[in-house]
C-alpha cells in the first residue's frame, strides 16, 4: 500500500514562502496518479487548492491562483507545492492525496501558519 507523507510548513510572515513535499513512498511512480494539494483551516471545511494529473495538466482554486504552483519531481516520487505571497488567510494544515479513480491515499498533514 502507498504511504504519502507531507512535510515543509512552518510559520512564516505574511508575503513570505513555503515550498510544501508531498512525497510517496518508494517505487511508486507517484507521477501515474493525480496528486491532490487540500487545506483545512480550524472551523472550516476541507478545501482542494491545487491538483496536477499523470498528464501533468495543473488546476488551482481561485483564492491560490497565481501565488501558488504545483509541480513534480518524477526521479523523487514528489510532488511539491511552492507558496509565494502567503497571506493569513493561508493559514491552515496542508493535506495531500494521491490517487486514481480506484483508490486514494492521503497524508497526514503539515502546519503552515502564516503570521507576523
Known amino acids: 500500500q502507498m504511504q504519502v507523507e507531507e512535510s515543509g510548513g512552518g510559520l512564516v510572515q505574511p508575503g513570505g514562502s513555503l515550498r510544501l513535499s508531498c512525497a510517496a513512498s518508494r517505487n511508486v511512480f507517484i507521477e501515474q496518479y493525480t496528486t491532490n494539494w487540500y487545506r483545512q483551516a480550524p472551523g472550516r471545511q476541507r478545501e482542494q487548492i491545487a491538483s496536477i494529473t499523470s498528464k501533468s495538466t495543473t488546476a488551482y482554486a481561485d483564492s491560490v491562483k497565481g501565488r501558488f504552483t504545483v509541480f513534480r519531481d518524477n526521479a523523487k516520487d514528489t510532488v511539491y507545492l511552492q507558496m509565494n505571497n502567503l497571506k493569513p488567510e493561508d493559514t491552515a494544515v496542508y493535506y495531500c492525496?494521491?490517487?486514481?479513480?480506484?483508490?486514494?491515499?492521503w497524508g497526514q498533514g503539515t502546519q503552515v501558519t502564516v503570521s507576523s
Open positions: 492525496k494521491v490517487g486514481n479513480p480506484l483508490t486514494n491515499f
